[in-house]
T-cell receptor, first 114, second 112 residues
Framework: GNSVTQMEGPVTLSEEAFLTINCTYT??????LFWYVQYPGEGLQLLLK?????DKGSNKGFEATYRKETTSFHLEKGSVQVSDSAVYFC?????????????FGKGTLLTVNP | DTAVSQTPKYLVTQMGNDKSIKCEQN?????MYWYKQDSKKFLKIMFS???????INETVPNRFSPKSPDKAHLNLHINSLELGDSAVYFC???????????FGPGTRLLVL
């Protein structure tokens, strides 16, 4: 079955530090890959996505590249801000069949200190 | 304008009670979902409906029953609530290509 593994948190950084949150996946077929962000007390928001190999998703300074050879979709940001403090979820959606459910990783809590 | 809304936002109830959570989306989407997020933030799909038809039904106790009166609404009814049902329940919806899911703000259920 499908699965997503992302690095265990929590991750604590100082403002302007470089961020990497690792995400690897196992899937049949050719999945679409997503990063969702959950700010404290809120629902999930789509941060970025990539639908095929070598695609790069980007938004709000965050980037992730779909790497089929390493089955990875690592999230990066060059300079984090306090407002980036949130839980980040890597997810995949399999391309096969009529099953459009998202399979999520366990989430990584990011805290950015001023 | 709220795209995906859920009511109530908080729900505190006693074990054994029956409760419902409502979800509405004004995005014109055909597909809606219920997810459960446990205390460790792990998210898991429970159900999905497409045009009022059930298309995903994960291994969920049959005390949980989704109902979709129309494609803009997906409600979740829970019978005989148990302590382990305490969680945050998220509704989501997606459009024709089902590529991106849009989530509601969540309903925080606490069973005492």
């Amino acid at each position: 079955g499908n699965s997503v593994t992302q690095m265990e948190g929590p991750v604590t950084l100082s403002e302007e530090a470089f961020l990497t949150i690792n995400c690897t996946y196992t899937a049949t077929g050719y999945p679409s890959l997503f990063w969702y962000v959950q700010y404290p007390g809120e629902g999930l928001q789509l941060l970025l996505k990539a639908t095929k190999a070598d695609d790069k998703g980007s938004n709000k300074g965050f980037e992730a590249t779909y790497r089929k050879e390493t089955t990875s979709f690592h999230l990066e940001k060059g300079s984090v801000q306090v407002s980036d403090s949130a839980v980040y979820f890597c997810a995949l959606r399999d391309s096969g069949g009529s099953n459009y459910k998202l399979t999520f990783g366990k989430g990584t809590l990011l805290t950015v200190n001023p | 304008d709220t795209a995906v809304s859920q009511t109530p936002k908080y729900l505190v109830t006693q074990m054994g009670n029956d409760k419902s959570i409502k979800c509405e989306q004004n995005l014109g989407h055909d597909t809606m979902y219920w997810y459960k997020q446990d205390s460790k933030k792990f998210l898991k799909i429970m159900f999905s409906y497409n045009n009022k038809e059930l298309i995903i039904n994960e291994t969920v106790p049959n005390r949980f029953s989704p109902k979709s009166p129309d494609k803009a609404h997906l409600n979740l009814h829970i019978n005989s609530l148990e302590l382990g049902d305490s969680a945050v329940y998220f509704c989501a919806s997606s459009g024709r290509g089902r590529e991106t899911q849009y989530f509601g703000p969540g309903t925080r259920l606490l069973v005492l």
